[in-house]
């Protein structure tokens, strides 16, 4: 696959309603990780929450082997002698025992750069009633339990514990179909987390039914509960740290993996029996929301959109069975939005003027998993054959898409859902992150790019609306957004220059001739293209991973351009201002219009005329501008009929790309730099969709021909 399809070039973006920093930790003493989930268990209580650590893929259900209703204490004992067991499997600490399918480290890393390594303290609990010792000869890992580990040089605000838990889940001789999750979380004991004599920790009451304490709703966040009623609270990261855990396996995980981290890097490096698999990656804060109050204080929306009959199911409950009673008096139920399927969006948009577009709250968390079985069957073979991983998301979005991004109808764009509350929950407008590393072979087969369908090119992120009518505050004006279209409040570069500039600029001349003027031009004619903010995009080692920082989070969609036109100046006019806008498209924003310059000439003498359609002043005639160089020396030469000055040649302007750059080299005999190939632009066509792609030999993506 070119490399040069994932060049960034610019960061367009369309959000609903606005852009700002994230909270800061330290500021307050809110602690995020320790908002309780509200225990409403009364009649008629209906509870919408989103909150990504309470998702069903997410929980961490207890380490068990079991065939169909059976649990087997080991693969030679019970109904998994004879058949292929299932298992759920926390993996140990590796020791001498456990030297594969097992957790070899956990590091931190300072934002100087200090590198503070892990130590194993404890299992938490020390073992579940369903754990048991694996067997490696038939694949299968042991099952244990989260593992608690300290990190003293990355001490967070209730101590330097950190719990981890590396998880494998899948079915003996079938390995390639495991399911594959690491998290780290921050981490406090408390022990009196439940006191009762009816105290059970999480457990399985049968193959794929768990039941576990609800003891701390309304009180406190644990993480994990262990013996004797104590629980792991889950706490804040401390800022501006890395985490890093190696886990080794013994062979590398399927499909795609998604996940709650920021800025992540994932490596694997083969041994001779295993692999190890290495997740490097900041924390994020995901926004949360609940909303809980009693059925009739609902609008007439939200109680029909979460009735007993809905599309979104009957949901969950309270009180035994109390969320499929029809009488809304009397009934039950909560409902928790999950982050990666389409509903989540609906149901995020629904109550999205009940919280007034604010996040409740915002834990922070490190997280990465592979698709679940259920999400992998809508996948394509693309992700579902082969081997090894095949790319991974990331967002702290709080809805979010956890497969590969689609592809636009007409070829071009990457499309990608994320959307969260648009406020923080101290009023702060939120903002986010999208990361993206896909391995080059599968980009291929997901979007059939041709390895020579580029080796340059652009890319920008684009966020746009996925309701279909939108209000965008624009300043003062308001802007419609219709579904697919970005408002031109993209963060572009405008340069405002006056019309005195702008004539100064043009018309600076040095006469040669009583027909020609020259004018001065900048020294350098070579223009490299220009990236955008908060953009970045690396490949290596066939692996391409692209990166957007700063994007508006008010219900977007991520959009990557591949093999587009790179991003251009144009002239703008406002009212009697002029500025120029540095920006993919050549389209002013609302409120302006594009405009021309014309040269024009009278015996000598050079005026500017500048316009949507500017006319030369009487007596002065239309003029032509050419470019001329003389070494490193580059002029301006205007007239009607424009030659060069002596010693100088006309410029020729050629492209040249080397990887993902690309630059216009223009010179009188122009040479692309060391390391630049010359390149061609082929201009292609799909129906109405003319796509330009530029390369050392262009061709055009599938589904184009060449006009």
């Known amino acids: 696959m070119g490399v040069g399809k994932f060049a960034v070039a610019a960061l367009l973006v369309a959000s609903l309603l606005g852009v700002s920093s994230a909270p800061v930790r330290g500021v307050e003493s809110f ?28 929980v961490d259900p207890p380490s068990g082997l079991s065939v169909d209703d059976q649990f087997c204490a080991s693969a030679d004992t019970g109904a998994c002698v004879d058949r292929p067991p299932d298992y759920v499997a926390h993996l140990p600490a590796c020791d001498a025992t456990e030297k594969v399918d097992c957790i070899v480290k956990v590091t931190a890393t300072s934002a100087a750069g200090a590198e503070s390594s892990g130590a194993f303290l404890r299992y938490f609990p020390d073992k579940s009633a369903t754990s048991y010792t694996g067997k490696p000869s038939i694949g ?91 629980c792991l609270l889950s706490r804040p990261f401390p800022a501006d740290t890395r985490f890093s855990v190696t886990v080794r396996l013994a062979s590398e995980p399927v499909g795609w993996l998604h996940g709650r981290i920021g800025d992540p890097s994932i490596t694997f490096t083969k041994n001779s029996n295993s692999v190890d698999v290495t997740v490097s990656a900041a924390p994020v804060q995901v926004p949360a929301i609940r909303v809980a109050r009693n059925h009739a204080q609902f609008p007439a929306n939200i109680q029909k959109a979460f009735a007993v009959d809905s599309k979104f199911g009957a949901g969950g409950t309270r009180r035994d069975g109390g969320q499929y009673l029809t009488d809304p008096a009397k009934r039950n139920a909560e409902y928790s939005f999950l982050s990666y399927k389409e509903e989540g969006f609906e149901q995020l948009s629904l109550v999205t003027s009940l919280i007034e577009d604010k996040a409740s709250y915002a834990p922070w968390l490190w997280r990465v998993r592979t698709l679940s079985p259920g999400e992998m069957s809508k996948a394509g073979t693309c992700l579902t054959s ?35 509350p648009h406020y923080t929950r101290t ?35 684009e966020e746009s609306t996925y309701t279909d009518d939108t209000w965008v505050d624009d300043g003062g004006a308001n802007v419609d957004a219709a579904e697919g279209d970005f408002v031109d409040e993209e963060p572009a570069i405008e340069d405002e220059i006056s019309a005195e500039e702008l004539l100064a600029d043009e018309t600076a001349a040095s006469i040669d001739n009583p027909t020609d003027v020259v004018v001065s031009t900048r020294a350098t004619l070579t223009d490299q293209l220009v990236t955008g903010p908060n953009t970045s995009v690396r490949d290596a080692d066939g692996w391409v991973y692209f990166s957007a920082t700063g994007l508006t989070f008010s219900s977007p969609q991520v959009k990557v351009h591949m093999a587009e036109t790179p991003v251009r100046v144009v002239l703008c006019s406002r009212g009697a201002s002029l500025f120029r806008l540095t920006a993919r498209a050549q389209k002013c924003p609302a409120g302006s219009s594009q405009a021309r310059v014309q040269h024009c000439t009278k015996r000598g003498v050079v005026k500017v005329a500048v316009g949507t359609a500017p006319r030369c002043p009487g007596g002065f005639s239309k003029a032509k501008a050419i470019t001329c160089v003389s070494g490193s020396t580059a002029r301006k030469a205007i007239a009607t009929s424009p030659r060069c000055p002596r010693g100088f040649s006309k410029a020729v302007t050629i492209h040249c790309v080397k990887g993902r750059a690309a630059r216009t080299v223009t010179a009188a005999r122009p040479a692309c730099a060391n390391g630049y190939a010359k390149a061609r632009v082929l201009t292609c066509r799909k129906g109405t969709t003319v796509r330009s792609v530029l390369a050392v030999a262009p061709r055009c993506p599938k589904g184009f021909v060449k006009t």
């Open 140 to 230: 299968l890992p042991t099952g244990r339990a989260p593992s608690v580990w300290t990190i003293a040089g990355a001490p967070h605000g209730a101590g330097t514990e950190y719990a981890v838990v590396a998880r494998l889940q899948g079915r003996v001789g079938v390995r390639s179909a495991a399911e594959f999750k690491i998290a780290l979380t921050a981490v406090s004991v408390k022990t009196d987390a439940d006191t009762t004599s009816a105290y059970k920790m999480p457990h399985w009451v049968k193959p794929r039914q768990m039941a576990g304490p609800a003891s701390d709703r309304g009180k406190f966040r644990c993480a994990y509960w262990g013996e004797k009623g104590a």
């Open 427 to 461: 009023g702060e407008v939120f903002k986010g992150e999208y990361n993206l590393a896909m391995r080059s072979d599968v980009a291929d087969c997901l979007y059939g790019f041709a390895d020579e369908s580029s080796t340059s090119g652009t890319e920008y992120v």
């Open 31 to 58: 602690d995020d990780n320790q908002v309780p989930i509200l225990d409403m268990a009364a009649e008629g209580d209906l509870h919408l929450y989103a909150d990504d650590s309470l998702e069903p893929e997410v």
């Open 386 to 420: 082969g081997t090894g991983v095949k790319g991974i998301v990331t967002t702290n979005a709080t809805v979010y898409g956890s497969g590969p991004p689609a592809l636009s109808a007409d070829g071009t764009t990457l499309v990608y859902k994320i959307a969260a």
